[in-house]
């Protein structure tokens, strides 16, 4: 059973790196909503395996914002990107962030507190 086991995960491990990875995530309250800027590494390979956007979350699973990358940044990683406007709840003092590609899906949770 042991062997059977690490088996599966020497083969789960080549697909968790190639996942996008939420390195940092900064949010900044304004007038008009929060703007987070999110910094998300992966192993970009061109148009067929890219990071393809972002996701704000509430701690319910609510999606509060989205933030779609539209092409490959295979020569600048990490990179960070930025979304505006986003209207998350004054009770809501803690969200997730996750980027996700366009062969693996999501990445790891970022958990950032707000207040």
């Given at each position: 059973?042991?062997?059977?086991?690490?088996?599966?995960?020497?083969?789960?491990?080549?697909?968790?790196?190639?996942?996008?990875?939420?390195?940092?995530a900064?949010?900044?309250?304004?007038?008009?909503?929060?703007?987070?800027?999110?910094?998300?590494?992966?192993?970009?390979?061109?148009?067929?395996?890219?990071?393809?956007g972002?996701?704000?979350?509430?701690?319910?699973?609510?999606?509060?914002?989205?933030?779609?990358?539209?092409?490959?940044?295979?020569?600048e990683?990490?990179?960070?990107?930025?979304?505006?406007?986003?209207?998350?709840?004054?009770?809501?003092?803690?969200?997730?962030?996750?980027?996700?590609?366009?062969?693996?899906?999501?990445?790891?949770?970022?958990?950032?507190?707000?207040?």
């Amino acid at each position: 059973m042991r062997i059977l086991f690490s088996f599966v995960l020497l083969l789960a491990t080549p697909a968790l790196a190639d996942l996008p990875m939420v390195e940092d995530a900064v949010a900044t309250q304004a007038r008009d909503g929060w703007t987070f800027a999110v910094t998300v590494r992966h192993a970009d390979t061109g148009w067929e395996h890219y990071a393809d956007g972002w996701t704000v979350f509430a701690p319910d699973g609510t999606e509060l914002g989205y933030r779609k990358l539209v092409h490959p940044h295979e020569t600048e990683q990490p990179f960070t990107r930025s979304l505006s406007g986003v209207d998350v709840p004054e009770d809501v003092a803690q969200v997730t962030v996750r980027a996700h590609d366009n062969v693996h899906g999501w990445g790891e949770d970022y958990v950032l507190d707000l207040r």
